[in-house]
């Protein structure tokens, strides 16, 4: 089976399975994933990204595998717009 296939079989789950494991360096059993485990499952996650999800987050691949990167006033101009709340204190 070649890479493609592997990627384009992948489903949903099996791919938030491999994205916690590479997050956490274990598998969902608690096992610690090896050095090469663990390079394996981030190309196969980067791969699933660029081939199935549409991400613009920052340092995520997007479509077609394109890392997207964005400046320190983006990040702060996207952080900015989602405001919770703003309270103004007595002194």
Avoid at 24 to 53: F, I, S
Avoid at 54 to 66: C, N, R, W
Wanted: glycine content about 6%; overall charge negative; cysteine-free.
């Amino acid at each position: 089976m070649n890479i493609d296939h592997l990627i384009n079989a992948m489903s949903p789950r099996v791919y938030e399975v491999i994205k916690q494991a590479v997050e956490t360096g274990k598998w969902p059993n608690g096992v610690a994933l090896e050095a090469e485990q663990r390079e394996q499952a981030m190309q196969a996650m980067m791969l699933y990204q660029g081939t199935h999800l549409e991400q613009t987050d920052h340092m995520t691949v997007g479509k077609g595998g394109v890392i997207n990167h964005q400046s320190k006033s983006q990040l702060r101009n996207q952080f900015n717009d989602n405001e919770i709340v703003r309270q103004k204190l007595e002194q």
